[in-house]
C-alpha cells in the first residue's frame, strides 16, 4: 500500500476557513431562512477595476490571432510587468528592487509556503502568535515541526505572542532563530509596523544571519505616509528578507489570481557543506521546475494596475473598503466592544465580550445574528478570547451586519 505524508497527521485540527465553512453549511442546512452576513473569510466583494477588465478583454482579443496569440509566458511573469512592479510599488518608494528580482505568481498564499521548497529542515522558526495559519501549517505538512501540544503550538517553532499588552508588536526573540515570518500590516491583527520596529528585525536578522520572510499582501491599506510599505525600505534589508505581496485585496485579484515575491540578487543561505548558496538562483529554479507561469490575460490585467485609471480606481477600491472598517470599529466601540486594527488594514481585531470564548462567541454571532467572523484561536494560542471581523463586503451588509451586532 502507498504511503501517506505523516507530517500531515500532525494537523490535528481542520484548516481555520474550511472549519468555518463546515460550520456554516450546517447552520444554513438547519436554518434556510437565514440570511447569513459573511464578514469572516478576507474575500473582497467589489468587481475588478474597469482598468483591469479593458486590459484583460484586450488580451483576449489578442490571443485569438495568429499575431497576437501568447502559449507558454516566462515563468518568472512577463517583463513588463516586473518593469511596472518594481518600478511603481518599489524603486518609486526608495527601494533597490530591479525587474529581475520580481517573480509572478498565481497567490502570496502559495509562494509563502512554496518558498520551503528551497530552504533546509535543520532552521529554527519564529512565528507571531496569532498567526496567518498558513505559515504555521506548511512547516508542519513539510515536516519542519513536532507534534502539536494541548495549547495547539507545535514544537519546534518559537512563538511570539502579540496582544494588546505589547502593542500587537512581535518582540525580538531571546534566543536566535533562522527563519522569521512577519506580516505587516497584520494578518489578523491589524497592527502595523514603523521603520523603528522593522529596522530592529533587520538588525536582529542581519546579526543572526537569519531571513525574514515578510507579508505584505495588505500594504496598500496603509493611512499612514510615515509607515513603511515594504520591508526594503529598511537598510540592509536586501541581505536578510524575502518579500510577498498580491494584486488580491488591493485590486481585487482573488479569483484571477495574480501576485509576486521578490527575492534579491546576492541574498544566500548556508549549504549543507557550509558554503554559501544565493537564493535567487534555486527560486528562479523551483519555479522554472514547478511552475509555468500566471497566463498572459491575467498579467496584462495586473499590468493596468499601474496605469493612471487603474491607480485611481484601486485607490478608490481601498477606501471603500477601508471606510467599511471605520464603520465596524465605531459601532462596536459604541456598543461596549474593545476593538483594535481596521486603521491600516482591513481587518478589525475586536476582544470576544463577556469572557466568551472565541469559538463561542463565533456560534452566538451565527445563531444569534446571522454574522460570520473568524474566531481568533484559529490564529494561534494566543488569539483566544479575540475575534477578527473583515471589512470585505458590501455597504449594505456592512451596515446590516452592525446593526444585528448592536441588537445583541
Known amino acids: 500500500m502507498v504511503k501517506v505524508n505523516g507530517n500531515y497527521l500532525k494537523l490535528k485540527a481542520g484548516y481555520l476557513f474550511p472549519e468555518i465553512g463546515r460550520r456554516v453549511k450546517a447552520f444554513s442546512s438547519a436554518n434556510p431562512e437565514a440570511q447569513l452576513i459573511r464578514l469572516g473569510i478576507g474575500d473582497v466583494t467589489e468587481p475588478l477595476p474597469q482598468a483591469c477588465r479593458d486590459a484583460m478583454k484586450s488580451a483576449i482579443d489578442e490571443m485569438g490571432t495568429a499575431e497576437g496569440f501568447h502559449g507558454y509566458g516566462p515563468e518568472q511573469g512577463y517583463g513588463w510587468l516586473r518593469e511596472a512592479i ?6 518609486a ?4 528592487i530591479s525587474a529581475e528580482e520580481i517573480f509572478v505568481s498565481d497567490g502570496s498564499k502559495c509562494d509563502s509556503s512554496n518558498i520551503l521548497d528551497i530552504l533546509g ?28 501540544g494541548d495549547d495547539g503550538r507545535y514544537g519546534g517553532l518559537t512563538y511570539l505572542p502579540i496582544s494588546a499588552d505589547n502593542g500587537f508588536a512581535a518582540q525580538i526573540p531571546s534566543e536566535p532563530v533562522d527563519l522569521i515570518y512577519l506580516c505587516y500590516p497584520n494578518n489578523p491583527t491589524g497592527a502595523v509596523a514603523t521603520k523603528a520596529q522593522l529596522k530592529a528585525w533587520v538588525d536582529y536578522a542581519r546579526a543572526n544571519k537569519a531571513l525574514i520572510l515578510f507579508d505584505a499582501a495588505y500594504e496598500a491599506f496603509i493611512q499612514d505616509p510615515e509607515l513603511p ?20 485585496k488591493n485590486a481585487g485579484f482573488t479569483g484571477t489570481r495574480c501576485a509576486l515575491t521578490v527575492v534579491p540578487k546576492g541574498l544566500k543561505g548556508k549549504a549543507d557543506d557550509g558554503s554559501e548558496v544565493e537564493l535567487w538562483g534555486l527560486w528562479n529554479r523551483r519555479q522554472s521546475t514547478k511552475f509555468n507561469g500566471v497566463s498572459y490575460i491575467i498579467q496584462r490585467g495586473a499590468e493596468a494596475v499601474y496605469s493612471d485609471a487603474g491607480q485611481q480606481e484601486v485607490k478608490a477600491l481601498v477606501s471603500f473598503y477601508m471606510e467599511n472598517a471605520a464603520i465596524i470599529r465605531r459601532e462596536l466601540s459604541a456598543a461596549g466592544i474593545e476593538v483594535h486594527g481596521g486603521q491600516h488594514a482591513p481587518y478589525v481585531w475586536l476582544k470576544t465580550p463577556s469572557g466568551m470564548d472565541s469559538w463561542s462567541f463565533f456560534d452566538h454571532l451565527l445563531q444569534k445574528a446571522n454574522v460570520v467572523g473568524t474566531p481568533g484561536s484559529g490564529f494561534g494560542a494566543a488569539g483566544e478570547g479575540y475575534f477578527r471581523l473583515s471589512a470585505f463586503n458590501s455597504r449594505s451588509n456592512v451596515d ?9
Open 86 to 91: 518594481a518600478r511603481d510599488d518599489f524603486q
Open 93 to 96: 518608494r526608495g527601494c533597490e
Open 121 to 148: 529542515s535543520g532552521n529554527r522558526i519564529a512565528v507571531t502568535d496569532p498567526v496567518y495559519p498558513v505559515y504555521v501549517d506548511s512547516n508542519v505538512m513539510a515536516g519542519r515541526t513536532g507534534e502539536s
Open 229 to 248: 510599505h515594504s520591508i526594503y525600505e529598511i537598510e540592509g534589508a536586501r541581505d536578510c528578507a524575502i518579500e510577498f505581496r498580491s494584486f488580491s
Open 400 to 408: 446590516e451586519a452592525m446593526a444585528r451586532i448592536r441588537n445583541l
